[in-house]
């Protein structure tokens, strides 16, 4: 309804409008032209997207952000989350985010280390602590090292805070490596809502 959108959109607009106002509180035409109509569209497609990420996605959104630093990213790995809609398929899910088709892919068991269930979230963390141990130990200096260690310890603590079974039917790891054009290895925790879309985590280890 119009009144629910102009709800959803007045504290986006009351900031907005707040912040080109003068000195005197006062707003004229050459202050509106200050408008940054892209934050509102994004505020209302909010709307038909469900409800505002939840303070544990926000967590681990913002962890992995935090990876995206030199020592890392200079040396090939990277970290991604992404949302799939409902009616996707794991195996899409997991062909779109390796670049391999379902075809080439095969059965999934076949295809790489899989684990199910809400222990596979656990699993997962783990991965990233000794990935993290592994990658401190080739750091040049002690304040590389406390910052790797950081950077991966918070990616999975906020894996554990966010994909829990009261959020989530259906949790899938695959760890996967292929040895040509050098050594890399792929590491996913796929996660289904109860509303049947998905949520994947992608941790890439491609040294160059």
Same mark, same amino acid.
């Given at each position: ?110 295809? *790489? ?39 991966? *310890? ?27 054009? *050098? ?26």
């Amino acid at each position: 309804t119009v009144n629910k959108a102009v709800a959803q959109l007045k504290p986006d607009l009351t900031r907005a409008v707040a912040s080109i106002a003068g000195r005197d509180g006062m707003v004229d035409a050459a202050d509106v032209q200050k408008l940054r109509v892209a934050e509102l569209r994004t505020r209302a497609a909010s709307l038909f997207e469900g409800s505002a990420p939840s303070a544990a996605r926000a967590s681990l959104d913002a962890a992995v952000k935090r990876t995206d630093f030199p020592r890392l990213t200079e040396y090939g790995m990277a970290f991604g989350v992404t949302n799939y809609p409902a009616g996707t398929s794991l195996e899409d899910v997991i062909a779109k985010e390796t670049d391999i088709t379902p075809e080439d892919m095969g059965p999934l068991a076949d295809w *790489g280390d899989v684990s199910n269930g809400p222990a596979a979230v656990k699993s997962y963390a783990s991965l990233l602590r000794k990935a993290a141990k592994d990658q401190a130990e080739g750091a040049e200096d002690a304040a590389d090292a406390a910052k790797i260690t950081k950077a991966f *310890g918070d990616v999975a603590t906020a894996v554990t805070g966010y994909f829990n079974p009261s959020e989530f039917k259906k949790f899938v790891t695959v760890s996967h490596s292929i040895a040509e054009d *050098g050594d890399l290895e792929q590491n996913l925790l796929v996660a289904q809502k109860k509303d049947g879309s998905w949520v994947a985590l992608n941790y890439t280890d491609f040294p160059f």
